[in-house]
């Protein structure tokens, strides 16, 4: 299958699909165009990246949906703190504290989604993150700054009459 086949994008979305969005940590704004999923790891630093700029993309209107893909595998310690985070009381909270390199207070609950996210994220072929997904299931790579991001959405979207983004015009 080629990387735009229709095929391997009806996969690709009901993969995500299948991750509830109550599952996920979400960053949105109260209007948002676009809905990417993200796969992240609290130790990247390109994720970090992202998150940082997470008020940017809210701002272009683009919602931010994590799902955890700890790089270093199952068992690792990674997986216990992305674990702990999707366990906090305030996920957003304990997201940001993790990516800004704040100690993850050790956390277990009942059920976790991160080891099924994880295997999400392998069915899909992540092998790095941030691994973006547009809503059609195109995978638009890794990072992207908050321009560039919203103006690859609007060519998949085929917005042709989307303003430039500034500095691009």
């Not at 703190?81 to 390199?101: E, F, H, P, Y």
């Not at 638009?140 to 060519?155: N, S, T, W």
Request: net charge positive; proline share 7%.
């Amino acid at each position: 299958l080629s990387q735009s086949s229709v095929a391997l994008s009806k996969y690709r979305t009901d993969l995500l699909a299948s991750v509830k969005t109550s599952d996920r940590i979400v960053f949105a704004p109260p209007n948002a165009k676009y809905t990417i999923s993200v796969f992240t790891d609290i130790e990247c630093g390109y994720c970090r990246k992202l998150h940082g700029e997470i008020a940017e993309y809210n701002k272009r209107g683009i919602a931010i949906e994590y799902l955890a893909f700890p790089r270093m595998g199952l068992g690792s310690k990674d997986h216990k703190d992305m674990i702990s985070v999707w366990c906090a009381t305030d996920r957003k909270q304990a997201l940001t504290d993790a990516k800004n390199g704040v100690p993850v207070p050790q956390r277990q609950c009942k059920s976790t989604p991160v080891d099924m996210e994880y295997n999400v994220g392998q069915r899909l072929g992540i092998s790095g993150t941030p691994a973006i997904f547009a809503p059609d299931g195109t995978q638009l790579g890794g990072y992207l700054p908050p321009d560039k991001m919203r103006e690859a959405l609007d060519a998949l979207a085929g917005d042709t009459a989307a303003p430039a983004p500034a500095g691009l015009r």
